[in-house]
Nanobody, 118 residues
Framework: QVQLVESGGGLVQPGGSLRLSCAVSGLTFSTYFMSWYRQAPGKERELVAAITSTGGMTNYADSVKGRFTISRDNAKNTAYLQMNSLKPEDTAVYYC???????????WGQGTQVTVSS
């Protein structure tokens, strides 16, 4: 059974930081691309950041460049999203995604709420 479990969300003031974690089990983690998506109220789910299977390359949405950092620890089967300088518009449910390197398998976590408010 494949399982992705996000954690680390919460309420934070503008300008603050959070670190999200995604613990993965049931698949060969090092053969999957990992990414973070988010969905704000009334909006479509959007890609926030992505990282290759070995962590060699990353990609970010323009709205988070310079503030967010995606990383992974293949020994721990865990992906991370470090979020700094948070803004109210970052408020959303953040979802972890794992995709096989040949794009034939795709899995989602349950999501974790991030709320940025003063």
């Amino acid at each position: 059974q494949v399982q992705l479990v996000e954690s680390g969300g919460g309420l934070v003031q503008p300008g603050g930081s959070l670190r999200l974690s995604c613990a993965v089990s049931g698949l060969t983690f090092s053969t999957y691309f990992m990414s973070w998506y988010r969905q704000a109220p009334g909006k479509e789910r959007e890609l926030v950041a992505a990282i290759t299977s070995t962590g060699g390359m990353t990609n970010y949405a323009d709205s988070v460049k310079g503030r967010f950092t995606i990383s992974r620890d293949n020994a721990k089967n865990t992906a991370y999203l470090q979020m700094n300088s948070l803004k109210p518009e970052d408020t959303a449910v953040y979802y972890c995604n794992a995709e096989s390197i040949r794009f034939t398998e795709n899995y989602w976590g349950q999501g974790t709420q991030v709320t940025v408010s003063s």
